[in-house]
């Protein structure tokens, strides 16, 4: 090979390798912030959330799935891809979310898509929370999530056969739940039956 | 052989460095592209009527299942966003506060919460209104509105974003009134 063509594979090589960098990010993004994570049975969460000491993979984590998202002072994310067995969520099965509710000022638990907005349905239902869920004689809640309502428990709908996640929100969390996330107290999601 | 190695690492360099600058750069693209989509929205709201598209307000209609402009939104609050540059002006941001959760919060160029204030950190003036009020500038200011708070934005641009929570269906109306009430002006 002639000194210019040397030269050229050399460039195309460099380029390629910039390329491969760069189309390697997002991967990279997923796999160190899923290393970072904190996990309290299947909800996952990440101490960092916007705030200015989370690392560069931390920080692009967020932009990509939840950006705008407030730092651990004013409010805990913790989501859910999967149910306490760790088989991912799908609109294929029934779940049964509950437990003692949260110790925040204000709690949610809101359904997504794979894309990670909200899923339509005839119901207009994307979420349920403190103000919308009736607690039990022990004092828990109960959210019945699936495509199709099941029983007497809160509706909210799935995606008829594709994959979901659930984000439960903590609004001003009580101070020893921020203090320990992955010892929190947090509910359960019990897949109950598949199609 | 040693060239050869040599050339290898080097090209293993080089895509290191590629994906890092990646890393990097995506939140501050994120928010680009967010922050067009949030500024795009509010001129065809418009009409055409509003001459800016930074340091304005941008209410919101109740996320859905059609909101595509920001991943992940809650369905259970009201946002309003105002895109913002204080290279020139501090920007002036105030609204009223509910009875139930509400925050203001700012968020650097590079996505980072940078402050948070809720309705429960906010008290009532003299004649018992209690209000979002803050200045938000990238240096310390001689003087500010009265009752008014300072905040120093760590860049020069980055976004601003009221929260209103929704409590239940019937405080909505009154909820949405409120949210128009919200403001962002340079000062």
Known sequence: MSPWGRRLAWAAAALAAAIGGALSARPAIQALAEHGAIRNGPWTTMAATGSAHANPYERAAVAVAGIYALSQDEAVYFTAFTDDSGTPLSGSCAYRVHGAPPAARWWSVTLYGADHFLVANDARIHSRHQGNLALDADGHFAIEVAAQPQGADAWLPAPAGAPFSLTLRLYNPAPALARDLAAAELPAIERSACR | ?187
């Open chain 2, 1 to 187: 052989m040693k060239r050869w190695l040599g050339r290898l690492a080097m090209l293993a360099c080089i895509a290191a460095a590629s994906n890092v600058l990646a890393v990097l750069a995506a939140p501050r693209l994120i928010h680009a592209l967010v922050t067009h989509r949030i500024t795009t929205q509010a001129l065809a709201a418009s009409g055409g009527a509003q001459s800016r598209t930074g340091d304005i307000a941008v209410h919101a209609p109740r996320a859905d299942a059609s909101a595509r402009t920001v991943v992940r939104p809650s369905p259970d609050l009201l946002y309003t966003a105002c895109v913002f540059d204080v290279s020139r002006r501090p920007l002036h941001i105030t609204g009223p506060v509910p009875d139930s959760y509400a925050s203001l919060s700012g968020f650097a160029a590079n996505t980072d919460n940078f402050f948070a204030l809720n309705d429960a950190a906010v008290t009532a003036d003299a004649s018992g209104r209690r209000r979002f009020d803050v200045v938000l500038a990238r240096a310390p200011l001689a003087q500010l509105p009265p009752g008014a708070r300072l905040v120093l934005s760590p860049t020069a641009r980055g976004l601003v974003l009221f929260r209103t929570l929704i409590p239940d269906e019937a405080t909505l109306p009154a909820l949405l009134a409120l949210q128009q009430q919200q403001a962002c002006e340079p000062l």
